[in-house]
């Protein structure tokens, strides 16, 4: 290892210290102005040459920190342009279908491929590793919701009825129009005693947002991961994004299939739903 890198690595733990530990350059000040008044008594050319070495010394831990800080801003702000890149490259040719199936007539095959691809976008942009991303639709009769995209680990969801407990949380939180989101299934049952009927089998946290337009629900799309805490606020933000544009392309795809005299799913007669709202296991 050369000196040049071995000095590049003691300057940035310097920096880091002096950063995260406030007190480190305020300490160094004054340990710098006890010595400069001490060597400075009776200057002497050798005195003074120390002095100058104490000050800069000292003064290394200020310099060091203000180097840290620049440079973690400007790894901050390359992070930031990435991330909107990822973004763009993500969401654009969803809207783009979107908006061509709202604009044209009905085209079965240009939906299907809009919901795998909100699916895929949803299991690769998110933060979590080994992500599930699935697009559930509710059926024509408004009795069933079914897998109709997905991508990522395991295979699909048995999907949701409304006769089953787990059935019946899932439909109540498509009409409650909130997104909901677990970061652990294990702590969701210890907290809410009845809250999971199921084992979660394959996945520990998850996040469930609702496709609809207004009051009409049309399913759900799910981001499941085998890690707790898997999903940060910024996937959640996502996948309620990614939903609200599925939303859309269902609205569109329900005026091609029944006229302009359909009038939704009639999501709004749930029985005995879960108190807490949460589709238990998928």
């Known amino acids: 290892m050369s000196f040049r890198v071995l000095g590049v690595m003691v300057f940035t733990w310097l920096g880091v210290v002096t950063d995260r530990r406030m ?11 006890v010595a400069a008044a001490i060597l400075l008594d009776d200057p002497t050319l050798a005195r003074v040459i120390w002095a100058v070495i104490v000050l800069v010394l000292c003064a290394l831990p200020g310099i060091a920190a203000s180097w840290w800080r ?6 901050n702000g390359n992070a930031l342009v990435d991330a909107y890149q990822q973004l763009h490259e993500s969401l654009t040719p969803l809207a783009t279908a979107g908006a061509e199936l709202t604009q044209g007539g009905a085209d079965e095959a240009a939906f ?16 979590a590793d080994k992500v599930r991303a699935m697009v559930f639709a509710v059926d024509d009769g408004g009795e069933t919701m079914t897998c109709f995209a997905r991508d990522g680990r395991l295979g699909n969801s048995e999907g949701f009825d409304r006769i089953s407990r787990r059935g019946k949380a899932a439909f109540k939180s498509l009409e409650d129009g909130h997104r909901i989101s677990v970061t652990s299934i294990s702590d969701a049952k210890a907290a809410r005693r009845g ?18 337009v207004g009051a009409t629900g049309y399913g759900l799309l799910t981001v499941d991961a085998p890690d707790k805490h898997a999903f940060t606020s910024t996937d959640e933000v996502y996948v309620d994004l990614v939903a609200a544009m599925l939303g859309t392309a ?4 329900e005026r091609w299939a029944a006229g302009p005299e359909r009038t939704g799913h009639g999501q709004g007669d749930v029985e005995e739903a879960s108190s807490d709202g949460v589709p238990e296991d998928r």
């Open 112 to 127: 299907a491929m809009l919901c795998q691809h909100a699916a895929s976008s949803c299991a690769h942009f998110v933060s």
């Open 195 to 212: 809250a999971w009927s199921g084992t979660g089998e394959g996945y520990e946290a998850f996040i469930t947002s609702p496709i609809a």
């Open 23 to 33: 007190w480190v350059a305020p300490v160094a000040g004054l340990a710098a102005s």
């Open 70 to 75: 620049r440079k973690e801003e400007d790894q």
């Open 250 to 253: 269902f609205a569109a795809r």
